[in-house]
């Protein structure tokens, strides 16, 4: 998500708050394609607020299943 969305995401009311406590609190973001485009993943995002998203159900079998394949 590019910045705005990640401040809104994080509960911080601008952008530039959310930038400046970006590499403290905040992980720094993953894709950058330039200065002005950058992005922020999601799971990134609720590790350094701490929220866990540990998937269950079927969305938990569904990763399982993709990590068994990517293992061989």
């Known amino acids: 998500m590019l910045a705005d969305m990640a401040a809104a995401f994080c509960g911080?009311?601008?952008?530039?708050?959310?930038?400046?406590?970006?590499?403290?609190?905040?992980?720094?973001?993953?894709?950058i394609e330039s200065q002005r485009r950058k992005f922020w993943y999601r799971v990134d995002l609720e590790k350094a607020l701490g929220i866990s998203a540990a998937p269950s159900g079927m969305g938990a079998r569904f990763r399982e299943k993709v990590g068994e394949i990517r293992s061989g």
Request: negative net charge.
């Open 12 to 31: 911080e009311r601008h952008v530039e708050d959310f930038l400046e406590r970006v590499g403290t609190d905040y992980p720094q973001p993953r894709v």
